[in-house]
């Protein structure tokens, strides 16, 4: 199996091998992929992380050598943070991983901070997702987007949750398959994850409980609004924006 890094900040996953086609998901500089498929222009990968498939361009990413280490030392939870790529900065979203320096033939990665969460401090708790999750408070919602750069409502939770350690998939409707159900929402704890369907019963949204009368999400960008056992109530307009389906506990 050949495996590829990611070699910039954020590295697009596309739906197709085009640039015209949307992005899905991306990479964070240093994440992996399985390579499964090349063109002369664009990669199909399988990104390690989460097992999500797409098309990145060939030249955002790097092949690893077999004899590469990884040794990831933690991931990024302070802004600004930068690491260097064959001594060129490049600035890191919230939630990059953060590895020993490593060298790889023809890319040498190097983190000259200790602006990351080690991984021996990653615990789950109600206190914790709070943090992590403010921490993305007003970021731009992007469709797609899993970084402090742009971000969609399950790369928001996803995000949330790999800082504490839980590995979530991708998208919501596969998010909601994890976890533990909350019965009521007056039951709910900061960190317990509530789900939103449409007309037809199909999961189209999801956030992060703060408590059982507000929540977290991406929608526009990353706010937060008021809820009740029907579902969220935009706070600037007053008006009903989700219906809640069910509520998960993942800790």
């Known amino acids: 199996m050949q495996k590829v890094m990611s070699i910039t900040s954020i590295c697009p996953l596309l739906k197709e091998p085009s640039y ?17 498929e090349e063109t002369e222009t664009f990669a199909r990968i399988k990104c390690l992380n989460d097992n999500y498939e797409g098309w990145c361009l060939n030249n955002q990413l790097a092949k690893i050598n077999p ?3 990884f040794t990831l030392k933690g991931f990024i939870n302070k802004p600004s943070a930068v690491a260097f790529l064959n001594n060129s900065p490049v600035q890191l979203p919230l939630a990059t991983p953060v590895y ?3 060298d790889n033939g023809h890319y040498k990665l190097h983190y000259p901070h200790n602006n990351f969460l080690p991984v021996e401090g990653i615990a789950a708790n109600s206190v914790t997702a709070l ?3 403010m921490s993305f408070l007003n970021t731009a919602y992007i469709w797609g987007g899993k970084s402090s750069y742009g971000i969609d ?3 928001l939770t996803q995000q949330i949750m790999k800082l504490m350690g839980i590995i979530l998939p991708r998208d919501a409707y596969q998010q909601v398959t994890k976890g533990e159900a909350v019965d009521f929402l007056q039951a709910a704890h900061c960190g317990d994850l509530a789900f939103f369907d449409n007309e037809a019963g199909e999961i189209i949204h999801v956030g992060m409980l703060l408590d059982n009368n507000t929540i977290i999400h991406a929608s526009g960008y990353v706010k937060i609004d008021a ?3 029907f579902g969220i109530t935009n706070s600037i307009t007053g008006k009903r924006s989700h219906r809640l389906r069910i509520i998960k506990r993942f800790f």
Do not use: T
Not at 20 to 36: C, D, P, R, V, Y
């Open 100 to 102: 020993e320096n490593i």
């Open 227 to 229: 809820i009740d056992n």
């Open 67 to 69: 004899a590469s280490v």
């Open 153 to 155: 409502c399950s790369g």
């Open 20 to 36: 015209q086609h949307e992005m899905i998901s991306q990479l964070l500089f240093g994440e992996q992929a399985e390579l499964l």
């Open 131 to 133: 943090e992590i999750a």
